[in-house]
């Protein structure tokens, strides 16, 4: 009942053969619950310019198209960054890891690394970056995001408690502290997987489906726009879902990506 995309589709489907009254209600029905965003509600109107522009319906796809500029016309339009940062990175080793990848000592060459490529992409206040808030190369990512004035997305694909004890706590109660200073920063917002897609389907990975939902929210932006940054070691990962995930699947979809590399640190 409150899923605006749910409403959506159902007066998507009454604009296909149902009377002009109908269509208008269901499409005010959805924009009830659509909280005020700006995004989902210009995305809907979109839609209905291409079947104008195809000349379905045109008295009715008129009469809808009105009720979202109406609504429109009352919301402050959303703000669009000037270019978007996507990043994905190693975590820090956990103590059993067999081969070192990113040990502790290893940080300050990591936060120079990412500090410098940032600065040399001359990321600014105007930008936005998304990421997720693993320990190690995602919240240095954050951080220094953050320290520059830059609006940041912290997306992961579990509940906070949950995504700590997988992704964070194991590396100590400094990285916890550091977690929840980034979280409770006025520039960041934290974003939960589960709340926004639902449950993750039996037959994906949790961490593969949260990098596709990052590049796909920064590629909403436009693809020119989006800059992908990666601290990787240039091999395959201990499982799905991992740095080589997020690094094959930006090149197969979005082409800037600068790479970071982790071997060179570590040697």
Same mark, same amino acid.
């Given at each position: 009942?409150?899923?605006?995309?749910?409403?959506?589709?159902? /007066?998507?489907?009454?604009?296909?053969?149902?009377?002009?009254?109908?269509?208008?209600? /269901?499409?005010?029905?959805?924009?009830? !619950?659509?909280?005020?965003?700006?995004?989902?509600?210009?995305?809907?109107?979109?839609?209905?310019? !291409?079947?104008?522009?195809?000349?379905?319906?045109?008295?009715? !796809? /008129?009469?809808?198209?009105?009720?979202?500029?109406?609504?429109?016309?009352?919301?402050?339009?959303?703000?669009?960054?000037?270019?978007?940062?996507?990043?994905?990175?190693?975590?820090?080793?956990?103590?059993?890891?067999?081969?070192?990848?990113?040990?502790?000592?290893?940080?300050?060459? !990591?936060?120079?690394?990412?500090?410098?490529?940032?600065?040399?992409?001359?990321?600014?206040?105007?930008?936005?970056?998304?990421?997720?808030?693993?320990?190690?190369?995602?919240?240095?990512?954050?951080?220094?995001?953050?320290?520059?004035?830059?609006?940041?997305?912290?997306?992961?694909?579990?509940?906070?408690?949950?995504?700590?004890?997988?992704?964070?706590?194991?590396?100590?109660?400094?990285?916890?502290?550091?977690?929840?200073?980034?979280?409770?920063?006025?520039?960041?917002?934290?974003?939960?997987?589960?709340?926004?897609?639902?449950?993750?389907?039996?037959?994906?990975?949790?961490?593969?489906?949260?990098?596709?939902?990052?590049?796909?929210?920064?590629?909403?932006?436009?693809?020119?726009?989006?800059?992908?940054?990666?601290?990787?070691?240039?091999?395959?990962?201990?499982?799905?879902?991992?740095?080589?995930?997020?690094?094959?699947?930006?090149?197969?979809?979005?082409?800037?990506?600068?790479?970071?590399?982790?071997?060179?640190?570590?040697?």
């Amino acid at each position: 009942p409150k899923d605006y995309w749910a409403r959506a589709t159902q /007066a998507d489907l009454r604009l296909l053969d149902d009377e002009q009254e109908k269509v208008v209600k /269901a499409y005010r029905n959805a924009i009830a !619950v659509a909280d005020a965003d700006w995004f989902v509600l210009d995305s809907s109107r979109q839609q209905l310019c !291409v079947l104008r522009d195809l000349g379905f319906r045109s008295d009715v !796809v /008129a009469a809808a198209i009105a009720v979202f500029d109406q609504e429109l016309a009352r919301l402050t339009p959303q703000w669009q960054p000037k270019r978007v940062f996507l990043f994905s990175g190693h975590m820090i080793d956990k103590p059993d890891r067999a081969e070192a990848r990113f040990p502790p000592a290893m940080e300050p060459l !990591v936060k120079q690394a990412i500090a410098q490529k940032l600065d040399e992409l001359a990321i600014a206040s105007e930008d936005f970056a998304i990421s997720s808030a693993a320990c190690g190369g995602d919240l240095i990512f954050v951080e220094a995001c953050l320290a520059r004035g830059v609006q940041v997305e912290m997306r992961i694909p579990f509940d906070e408690p949950s995504f700590l004890q997988k992704s964070v706590s194991f590396a100590g109660e400094s990285w916890q502290q550091r977690f929840r200073a980034a979280k409770n920063n006025p520039l960041a917002k934290l974003v939960f997987m589960p709340e926004r897609l639902g449950p993750v389907p039996d037959h994906l990975n949790a961490y593969m489906r949260n990098n596709r939902w990052m590049l796909y929210a920064a590629l909403a932006y436009g693809p020119e726009k989006v800059r992908f940054v990666s601290l990787w070691d240039g091999k395959k990962g201990d499982g799905p879902g991992g740095t080589e995930d997020m690094v094959n699947t930006v090149r197969n979809y979005s082409g800037e990506a600068h790479i970071l590399d982790a071997t060179k640190m570590l040697n």
